[in-house]
């Protein structure tokens, strides 16, 4: 899943007529760099939610033929937040009984990660005796969120820590996690997240490669001129 419901207020006025993921940064949209690094890992089953000037984004990527995957998409009439907008599109998620995790990636970030590297989690997260309900994958702490989010002690997460790191907006979610969320509502992850935490439920990895929140025009237009610099070297 890929989440693109935000309305990128932040990216304001790029974002006044524009939904955030289909802001461009050299030669793609945002959300079409999270396309193309998850077709390469082999998820061709891709479902991605949207609200705030959706349906430029069904028109701007269809049924995902070009990219070599299928796009099913999860309309919300209202903000339902991340969880909540995880759990509306859970019958495109999983199973009928609700037993398949699957992976979940914010639209507004770019990033080099090896999608393919977290099927082995994924596979993992199936066993019956599996009592894992997210998989997080961290990344050092930015300039804009010094503090960071959560640390990560001997596999598993923590929310207390001498050293944090940044959630990435990368991770892998049981379907049990959102079980107590009614399809339709509004829920935030991170308190789901920390009370599964503090179960040990959630285990995670570091990330060291290339990861960018492009959360503001200035950090859009650092990442255009990258990838354009890139494109001519």
């Known amino acids: 899943m890929i989440l693109a419901a935000g309305q990128g207020k932040r990216m304001r006025p790029l974002t006044d007529n524009l939904p955030k993921p289909l802001l461009k940064a ?3 949209a945002l959300i079409e760099y999270q396309i193309y690094n998850l077709a390469q890992a082999g998820f061709t089953e891709i479902v991605i939610n949207h609200a705030y000037l959706g ?4 028109n701007a990527l269809g049924n995902g033929d070009r990219y070599g995957v299928q796009i099913h998409y999860s309309p919300e009439k209202i903000v339902l937040e991340t969880a909540g907008g995880i759990a509306n599109a859970m019958n495109l998620l999983t199973d009928a009984h609700k037993t398949i995790p699957f992976l979940v990636v914010n639209g507004d970030i770019y990033c080099d990660f090896d999608y393919l590297s977290l099927r082995a989690t994924l596979d993992a997260m199936l066993a019956p005796e599996n009592q894992c309900l997210a998989h997080l994958v961290l990344v050092d702490n930015p300039e804009h969120h010094p503090e960071g989010d959560f640390s990560l002690q001997d596999g598993y997460l923590r929310l ?3 050293q944090k790191f940044t959630f990435s907006g990368i991770g892998i979610y049981h379907p049990q996690l959102f079980q107590t969320i009614i399809p339709g509502e509004a829920a935030k992850l991170a308190p789901i997240l920390r009370r599964a ?5 959630v285990t995670g990895e570091y990330f ?4 960018i929140d492009v959360g503001t025009p200035e950090r859009l237009q650092q990442l255009d001129n990258q990838l354009k610099l890139r494109a001519q070297s």
């Open 26 to 28: 050299g030669q793609h």
């Open 55 to 58: 349906a430029m984004i069904e």
């Open 160 to 162: 207390e820590g001498t």
């Open 197 to 201: 935490m503090q179960e040990t439920k």
């Open 208 to 211: 060291s490669g290339e990861w």
